[in-house]
């Protein structure tokens, strides 16, 4: 799929309805959250070069929400991504789920990972930083979100981008990074992994990770380990026998146990981080 101008995108760009269509068939075990007391459904977000979708879920009623980053897996902001956002508006957070790869393609009308993955691998971090940096400012100005109260989690891709937010704004109050990747090679677009941020980091993060997670090694889960910046009180969690993907529950990776339990660490997570 070629690269789409500025302008195209900025015209074009939508929130995907339903599930990417590289994760079918759904599992039997998705889980459905609905919008009754919420304000729930896409947005669109003023960034530096026009405006990207996201799906913005939070309750009806009230004010000076708490404000949640949710960064999206590689299918993007697809059904499973916004069914979290509206898990976390049930809980009395403001939680924002922007579309980061919108200026590359659509992902969640591609067929494969396989497809998938060189679109996402033209996605700069420095881009990806900077439109959270303004789904922040939307998010108080347009939603009623509190500054104050910034939390962040994501998933895989997510996971590693939470950690790097947790570097890139030190005013984020705590971060959950689930099973995101932590070494890697450096290159333009990705000049910078977890592991080279983890010695520098202010912000608390929880990280948590499987046990047969074949795409992140547990050497490179102990390395993290070791290099992170005892001041910030970050630390990882890992479940010996979770998979990659353990809390997708419209996929055959997911486990319940293990997935209920990771949910109940993040709410304890950002409640002791003045969340």
């Known amino acids: 799929m070629p690269e789409i101008t500025r302008r195209e995108f900025i015209a074009t ?23 009754k007391g919420l304000i729930a459904g896409a947005v669109k977000i003023p ?8 799906y913005r879920a939070q309750p009806s009623e009230g004010a000076n929400f708490p404000i949640v980053l949710v ?16 898990r976390f508006a049930k809980l009395g957070y403001l939680a924002i789920a922007p ?19 060189p679109i996402v691998a033209k996605v700069p971090d420095a881009q990806v930083l900077s439109d959270l940096d303004a789904t922040v400012n939307w998010a108080v100005k347009s939603s009623k979100g509190n500054a104050n109260r910034l939390g962040i989690t994501g998933f895989c891709w997510g996971g590693r981008i939470t950690w790097l937010y947790a570097a890139h704004n030190p005013k984020v109050k705590a971060g959950v990074a689930w099973y995101g990747r932590l070494v890697g090679d450096k290159t333009e ?3 910078q992994h977890p592991i080279d941020i983890a010695s520098l980091l202010t912000v608390p993060v929880l990280g948590l ?4 997670d074949t795409g992140i090694p547990l050497n490179t889960v102990e390395q993290m380990r070791a290099q992170l910046n005892k001041n910030s009180k970050s630390k990882i969690i890992v479940y010996p026998d979770a998979p990659h993907a353990f809390f997708a ?6 486990r319940e146990k293990e997935a209920k339990d990771g949910w109940k660490q993040l709410q304890k997570w950002f409640k002791q981080h003045g969340l």
Do not use: M
């Open 13 to 35: 760009a939508t929130l995907a309805t339903g599930f990417a269509l590289a994760v079918q068939p759904i599992s039997a075990k998705v889980i459905t959250t609905n919008t």
């Open 209 to 212: 990770y499987g046990g047969k």
């Open 189 to 191: 677009i990705t000049p």
């Open 47 to 54: 960034v530096a070069d026009g405006e990207i979708p996201a």
């Open 249 to 254: 529950d419209y996929r055959p990776s997911y």
């Open 99 to 117: 579309e980061l790869f919108v200026r590359q393609g659509d992902v969640s009308k591609l067929n494969s990972i396989e497809e998938i993955r």
């Open 71 to 86: 960064i999206q897996e590689i299918f993007g902001v697809h059904e499973h991504i916004q069914d979290v956002t509206r």
